[in-house]
């Protein structure tokens, strides 16, 4: 499921062997969330987050864990809201297509950039979306990492 273009792609050494665990849980296809252990990856789980996905009355998107070096930088747990009900607009443009494709391909995403929509363009990132699936088709919950380089040049989520 993970081709070696994509995964030569990410920068982050952490994202890469997490990006490996989950394939690895797949085999031949989508792992499931019960195939997901988090004491596997204990080296990343406060920048790791799920998302189920909810599709009625309409797509959308329902943090089930928020990491706690998440919250720290974006100044809040998220753990248990809805995307759609989150009063960031930014912040959820900039989210919701990035999801969305997870769920519609069925495909891993990675994205880099900076965090310009919390007004912390000085902290860049890298975020690796992982789609789980029950039934091997329909995405019901997405698995993600974001890794953070911050301000005082300390790479969070550094790989032991």
Known sequence: MLDAEFLESIASPVLRRFALYWAERGGSGLPRRADIDPADFVWLLGQVFLIDVIREPELDF???L???????????DLTGSRLSELDDQDYTAALRP???SVVATGRPLLRRGRLEWLDRSHIGYERLLL????DGRLID????????DLPDLRRVGRSS
């Open 131 to 134: 789609p789980l699936s029950a």
């Open 66 to 76: 928020f990491g706690s070096e998440m919250a720290r930088v974006y100044g809040r």
């Open 141 to 148: 919950v997405i698995l993600g990492a974001t890794v953070y």
């Open 62 to 64: 329902r943090f089930r």
């Open 98 to 100: 990035d999801y969305a």
